[in-house]
Every structure is written in C-alpha cells, then in structure tokens.
C-alpha cells in the first residue's frame, strides 16, 4: 500500500506549486496528493493510506474527520508557536522542516529506514567520483536519494554550475553553533541534478579538517531523518571518523584499477582494515570496476550523461542484475 501526504487548501494555485516543488525535490518520503476541496479529501481519505495531512485551517469544520496519520494546520496569518500549525505563506523548505521535525518523534515508524551506501576507494578517484555520481542518479529515479562528496578539490562547484552556492561547509558550521536543527538548511544547501539532491564538499578541503567527528556525525544523522531513503557517501579517507563512516553503510562500493600502483593502495587499505579488527567493513565492501566516461557538451549535462552509455549500464547491471 502506498503511503500519502496529502495538502488539501482551496487555493488551486497554492496546491499546484507546493506538490510540484515537493514532487521536483523528493523533500518527503510519501506519494504526494494536492486536494482543493473538503468532500474530495474525505473521498481519498477513505480509500487510500494517508501518513501526512497538511490541511487549511478554514477547511477542518467540526464534522468528523477520517483517520490519518500525523495532521497539520495551515494557518494564513502568522501566529504565535501552536503544535502542528504552520503559518502558510512561508517557504515551502521551511514547511517540511517543521513537518519532519514532527514525525520524527512518536510516528516515526511510519517513515522508512535509511540505506546508506558508501563508495571510496585509495585509488581510482576519477572512476570514484563519476561512480557515485551515476549511482546517485539512477537510484534517485526509485526514490528519494541524496549525494555527499568529500574529496578535496572534487570540482563539483564548477561541474555542476554551482560556485558560490551553500555546501557542506554551512552544514557544519551550523552543527558547531548548535543550530543545525534550529535553521532552514534545506534551501542553501540542497541542490539537484537529474532527481538527484546532493550537497556539495567544502570549497576549501581544511575545513574538513577542523570539523570534529562528532559534528559530522550530527550532520550525517540530521540528512537520514530528513524523508531521503537513500544517502550516498563518497568518503574520503582524511575526513573525522572516517571508519566510523564505513561502519555505518550497508555496503561500500570501491572502484579498483588493474595497474600496479592502485593494486598497492588497496591491498594496503585491506591490510589496515584487517589489523585494526574491522572485518565487517571488508565483507560488505564490494570492489567494481566501472567504465571511464568521457564527458563532452556543457559541463552540467556531463553529470547527466554519466547515467548512460557503459557507465550507466554497468551500474544498472550490479543493481539490479540487467
């Protein structure tokens, strides 16, 4: 049974442009429906799972109303805190915040667990990157994902168009400030390609570098409570509590090369693992060796077109087995 959050207001516009964006940006874990009237919403309630009901105030009435899982308010004039009512005309991001926030506690069974999939490897960072990348996409496509890069001088600002923009500098600074819970992070820091969300590495790699791996952790924990089904890590091995990172995935994707140089890279990260106890990493670390795509056109169709051609293909085929 599919699971619903349902926005019912009797401005049609409204209703159009909040489930395009939360459609467009996958920012909920539930099929989304937009509903304009009050008999309407008592039809669908009837016959579908509703887990999340946002629902103009001036619509609710006194009559009884069908079950549903978690309901909120829409209020159309600002008003002091009250528990489930959110003022209306207030960024859609900060909406969703306030939601999550909510059915993160006694509901929270409703939302489904979080798969996280690392990709790293000593070698091949190229291969690594473009991974990930075709990864994130093609599994973006089934459900809500979103992408982290940790590498140094990744170039992903300029790939992808986005220098200047937030990344996962501001994430951490709100972690140390104790705010990352407090501020709308979402609409800075949370960018997307192809269906894709993904948060961009620092600009500068030291700011990795100050960050403890407690903050860290913080910020890894805040993105799986956040609807993603799927967070995707391409992990680098300087950053704080990098084998704690590892020990977290379910599995781990490590791109290998054939020459010998990258041969003694792995065989060494292996070697570490197996003296430092940690087995468990090793058996769920799976070692590919994806095709080298050769990007042409604009940068930012480069990142598209990795989904494609053999890269994309071999992908599909360890997923899914076609």
Not at 43 to 57: A, G, I, K, S
Not at 275 to 283: I, N, P, Y
């Amino acid at each position: 049974m599919n699971h619903y959050f349902v926005l019912c207001d009797q401005e049609k516009a409204y209703v159009e442009s909040f489930t395009a964006l939360l459609n467009e940006r996958r920012l909920l874990p539930y099929q989304i429906q937009g509903i304009t009237g009050r008999e309407d919403l008592e039809e669908f309630c009837r016959t579908h799972r509703v887990d999340v009901l946002l629902m103009e105030e001036e619509l609710c009435g006194e009559e009884p109303f069908p079950p549903v899982g978690k309901r909120f308010l829409l209020r159309s004039l600002p008003a002091p805190d009250e528990e489930n009512v959110l003022f209306k005309y207030q960024p859609v991001s900060h909406i969703v915040e306030k939601i999550l926030q909510a059915i993160r506690e006694p509901a929270a069974e409703n939302v489904p667990d979080v798969e996280i999939i690392g990709v790293y490897s000593p070698a091949c960072h190229r291969e690594k990157t473009q991974f990930a990348l075709a990864l994130g996409q093609i599994l973006a496509k089934e459900r809500p994902a979103l992408y982290m890069n940790f590498q140094g001088f990744s170039g992903l600002h300029r790939l992808l168009g986005k220098t200047g923009q937030g990344d996962l500098s501001d994430l951490l600074y709100l972690a140390k400030q104790g705010k990352l819970r407090k501020e709308p992070w979402r609409e800075r820091c949370v960018h997307t390609v192809n269906n894709l969300d993904y948060i961009l590495p620092p600009v500068s790699p030291e700011d990795l570098q100050c960050v403890t791996a407690k903050e860290l952790s913080q910020v890894i924990s805040l993105l799986e409570e956040s609807g993603y089904r799927t967070l995707i890590l391409e992990l680098h091995e300087f950053i704080p509590g990098f084998f704690a990172l590892l020990r977290k995935c379910r599995v781990i994707y490590m791109p290998t090369g054939e020459d010998l140089l990258s041969k003694a890279g792995v065989s060494q990260y292996r070697q570490l693992l197996e003296d430092t106890g940690q087995e468990a990493v090793l058996q769920k670390t799976v070692p590919v060796k994806p095709p080298y795509h050769n990007g042409f056109g604009e940068a930012g169709e480069y990142v598209e077109q990795l989904v494609w051609g053999e890269l994309g293909d071999y992908v599909r085929s360890l997923l899914w087995g076609k």
